[in-house]
Nanobody, 126 residues
């Protein structure tokens, strides 16, 4: 199993930037996709971004494309989400997620992920 711990949430003004990190531990020697999903109050959890185990394939939700950047360290056990040009509608609890996958692909729905972090709150003030 993989254990995930997020960090980096907080309060930021609209137009500002924030970086979230997710550290994976446990059975990390097998290849796994990592992703970020978010949930705002009253809304369902939605996909934000994902990265393949190799780090060579990424995918973004249309709502964050061009503003957010997902990356993975060389060891593959930490994933970052750089969020730029933040908007009030980006306010949500951001969850890191992982699922084992040997192919170079990503997952874009919450049902495809088996492992989750506890979430970190990001609040964007207008």
């Amino acid at each position: 199993q993989v254990q995930l711990v997020e960090s980096g949430g907080g309060l930021v003004q609209a137009g500002g930037s924030r970086r979230l990190s997710c550290a994976a531990s446990g059975r990390t020697f097998s290849p796994y996709v990592m992703g970020w999903l978010r949930q705002a109050p009253g809304n369902e959890r939605e996909f934000v971004a994902a990265i393949s185990w190799s780090g060579t394939r990424t995918y973004y939700a249309d709502s964050v494309k061009g503003r957010f950047i997902i990356s993975r360290n060389s060891a593959g056990n930490t994933v970052n989400l750089r969020m730029n040009s933040l908007k009030p509608e980006d306010t949500a609890v951001y969850y890191c997620a992982a699922e084992y996958e040997a192919a170079i692909r990503v997952f874009t729905t919450q049902d495809e992920y088996a492992y989750w972090g506890q979430g970190t709150q990001v609040t964007v003030s207008s």
